[in-house]
């Protein structure tokens, strides 16, 4: 007898689970990547112990900061019924606080983060006298919303006020969530 060969087969099918589970497997990895690179580029965008003028914008943990303006010699704050006076100083020194909360939450700015320095000396702001400058008509400063408080996706310009003379400012130092790791320094000097 003669020996036909080998037995053709039919072509092989290959299976349409495979085709879907490469594509899964693919798109898991594409997923982890884009992840990772997004944390890569959210947990580096701090402007962590830098220096920066007035009007420059600086950015701590999804939340840009702006020094915009600095007003010394401001004797009382507030209105007739809610008002406030220095006790050791002979007026206020205001600084004008612009935050933009990029965070998809409400933000409680903690004030006590934000130091003042005169003379070498550092002061801290008055949340009360900070809470009598939202009804000062002539600050014009929003007041809907409690005193600290950015909403989310909100710019807001808020006061920061303190008992401090206003002569030889130099500069502030700005460490949100009382985090030393993320200062920042403002230059206030001439």
């Known amino acids: 007898m003669h020996d036909p060969g080998p037995i053709p087969r039919p072509p092989r099918k290959n299976s349409p689970w495979l085709w879907f589970g490469l594509g899964c497997g693919f798109l898991s990895v ?10 890569v580029l959210v947990v580096t965008d701090d402007d962590r112990g ?5 009007g420059e914008r600086f950015e701590i943990t ?18 007739a019924f809610q008002n406030a006076r220095p006790d050791e100083h002979g007026a206020f ?27 070498g000396t550092a002061y801290t702001p008055s949340t009360e006298a900070g809470a009598a400058t939202l009804i000062d008509s002539d600050f014009g ?8 408080t950015v909403n989310a996706r909100e710019v807001r310009d808020m006061p920061l006020v303190y008992d401090a003379p206003g ?12 985090d030393p790791d993320l200062t920042v320094t403002v230059d206030l000097g001439p």
């Open 30 to 39: 594409l997923t982890v990547t884009a992840v990772v690179a997004a944390l």
């Open 50 to 54: 830098g220096t920066f003028p007035v």
């Open 62 to 79: 999804n939340v840009h900061y702006t020094i915009s303006a600095v007003h010394t010699g401001v004797p009382t704050i507030g209105d």
């Open 93 to 119: 020194v205001l600084v004008v606080l612009r935050v933009t909360n990029e965070r998809p939450f409400e933000l409680a700015v903690n004030t006590s983060g934000f130091l003042l320095y005169s003379g």
């Open 141 to 148: 400063f929003d007041d809907s919303v409690e005193y600290g």
């Open 167 to 178: 002569i030889d400012i130099t500069h502030m130092t700005v460490a949100p969530e009382s």
